[in-house]
């Protein structure tokens, strides 16, 4: 398997864990010193545990829930051990407030450590085309 083809699969098994609600397999797509930076959050995240504590907050204080998770136009690039993955992101998720399709653009960057492409940053932007 090339390494464009082993960075489209971590990056299947991270949206099909993600829009499942298996946090485990999904948080564990990425290194523990990954950062996250979302249009939603009013901070860089700058590990996976903080973004754990970040996902608790919203499931605690606003119900939030993903409900699915489906992605097209994917792009990658590979740098030697380092890709980035470029998609647009359709994820329906459920809060207090009721259910919603979010539609945005993503960004990964991946890294390979121990034989193992991983996410070590992440950007989500809104998809101004939605």
């Known amino acids: 398997m090339s390494a464009e083809e082993e960075v489209r699969r971590a990056g299947e098994v991270l949206v099909t864990t993600f829009g499942s609600g298996d946090l485990d397999t999904y948080f564990g797509c990425f290194a523990d010193d990954a950062t996250f930076l979302f249009h939603t959050t009013d901070r860089l995240l700058t590990s996976t545990e ?30 030697g051990d380092t890709a980035v993955l470029t998609h647009r992101v359709r994820t329906t998720v459920s809060t ?30 809104v998809d101004p085309a939605a």
Do not use: K, M, N, P
């Open 50 to 79: 903080e973004y754990r504590r970040e996902w608790a907050r919203w499931a605690d204080e606003d119900g939030f829930r993903v409900l699915g998770c489906s992605t097209d136009s994917t792009v990658v690039q590979v740098f």
């Open 96 to 125: 207090h407030a009721g259910t919603e399709e979010l539609r945005e653009r993503e960004t990964i960057v991946f890294a390979l450590r121990d034989g193992r492409w991983v996410g070590v940053h992440e950007h989500l932007s």
